[in-house]
């Protein structure tokens, strides 16, 4: 049997869908990603998201293979230049985590941070695709 | 007027070893009118500007063979009279004081907008224009000064034949001057 659901709590249901992209921090900084849409044109544009995208592949494969050999110097490499390409194309939660990936002072195990970069690797993608108008 | 028919395009060397990085330079250079090529190492960068001079470089600091300092470092002891510009994610005195000590006209702090990569390397052209206008205008100087200080140039060569027309117009002249005391002897 359906569970009801009370007024009150659809209200808040509601507002909750209206008021959550307000609160939902975008995978791309506009000031970057759009003016670089903005400035360059439509196929160059995508010419870099396909770039980035090959980038993304490759740096995040370095990264894991270099996390599995216990290789520190190909994993820090790795994550500057994962770091690197997504600031060039504005993706900002990306770049936060390879940095953090990168960071001496606070380390965190390579289990907890490819994960995370996947997630925002595709959600960045996803929205510069959407930028792109593809 | 189109962006590409500005003023100030120049020949443009871009070290990146990130291509989105370096994608995205391209592009914004492209569209300024830049005739652009690109480098992802250290070695490939100093084989390019070897045979093509460019006006510009825009260096990463960090390159997977050597840094972008030592990049600088060998441009400027090959003589390479570019403008040198950094690219950096860091920002810090250290950093910038270095790359002005070997020889960056000016460094851009990564990700930077379209606008600001114009500005920056526009100013880097103009300043490079006018250090060989006046590095011209010093030689031209010099040329001048050495001209006005030397003796004025000779009639007469220092040739052979030059010196034997010498001497038969020296001659010639004792001759007609003998010529006019002799009648001048007779006169009297």
């Known amino acids: ?134 | 007027m189109s962006e590409t028919a500005k003023q100030g395009a120049g020949r443009v060397l871009l070290i990146e070893d990130t291509p989105t990085q370096a994608e995205v330079a391209k592009a914004m250079l492209a569209t300024m009118g830049h005739d652009v090529r690109h480098a992802a190492t250290g070695a490939e960068a100093l084989a390019i500007a070897q045979e093509w001079q460019p006006d510009a470089v825009l260096v990463d600091l960090e390159l997977p063979d050597i840094s972008g300092f030592e990049v600088m470092r060998r441009l400027k002891a090959r003589g390479s009279k570019a403008a040198m510009i950094v690219l950096t994610v860091n920002s810090g005195v250290e950093n910038v004081v270095q790359a002005m000590r070997e020889g960056a006209i000016d460094f851009i702090v990564k990700p930077y907008a379209k606008a600001r990569l114009q500005v920056t390397l526009d100013n880097a052209l103009e300043n490079r224009a006018l250090r060989a206008e006046l590095t011209a205008v010093k030689e031209q100087l010099n040329t001048f000064v050495t001209a006005a200080a030397s003796p004025p140039a000779r009639r007469y060569g220092n040739d052979r034949s030059s010196r034997t027309r010498y001497a038969i117009g020296a001659l010639v002249f004792l001759a007609a001057v003998l010529g006019l005391f002799l009648v001048a002897g007779f006169g009297f």
């Open chain 1, 1 to 134: 049997m359906p569970r009801s659901v009370t007024p009150g709590r659809r209200v808040i249901d509601l507002g909750w869908v209206i008021m959550r992209p307000l609160f939902t921090v975008s995978a791309i900084d506009p000031s970057i990603a759009g003016q670089l849409a903005d400035d360059l044109p439509p196929e160059i544009f995508r010419r870099i998201i396909a770039t980035f995208e090959a980038d993304l592949a490759r740096l995040t494969g370095e990264l894991t293979q270099s996390a599995g050999e216990g290789d520190l110097d190909g994993y820090l490499r790795a994550a500057h230049s994962l770091a690197g390409a997504a600031a060039a194309v504005g993706a900002r939660r990306l770049e936060v985590e390879a940095r953090t990936a990168m960071d001496p002072a606070q380390p965190v195990s390579p289990s907890e941070v490819l994960p995370r970069l996947s997630a925002e690797s595709r959600s960045a993608l996803q929205e510069l695709h959407q930028l792109a108008g593809n």
